[in-house]
């Protein structure tokens, strides 16, 4: 379950649903997308963050270099994780 797929696709459903009103077919297609997207999020799941293969490390938030996980500055950039 990709629940923030879920809610776009909701949202692409209800905007076909209001462009159905004002251009016809083209409205249906957008509505198409968003049950594509809806269906979709049932059986797929939510893609995982990239993560170093070195369990100790972690990317630092703001320049993505890899410091110790028990870093609380880093060490490149000096900002707080
Ligand atoms: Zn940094």
């Known amino acids: 379950m990709w629940t923030l797929l879920a809610v776009y696709g909701i949202?692409?459903?209800l905007s076909g649903?209001?462009?159905l009103a004002i251009?016809?077919?083209f409205g249906m297609v957008i509505g198409?997308?968003?049950v594509i997207m809806l269906v979709l999020s049932v059986f797929l799941s939510a893609p995982k963050s990239e993560q170093p293969?070195?369990?100790s490390k972690k990317y630092c938030t703001y320049c993505i270099a890899e410091i110790?996980?028990?870093d609380i500055t880093c060490p490149i950039c000096?900002?707080?994780q």
């Open 11 to 13: 949202v692409t459903i």
């Open 17 to 19: 649903i209001f462009l």
């Open 23 to 25: 251009t016809g077919v």
């Open 32 to 34: 198409l997308i968003g």
């Open 53 to 55: 293969d070195d369990q």
């Open 68 to 70: 110790n996980k028990t």
């Open 78 to 80: 000096q900002t707080e």
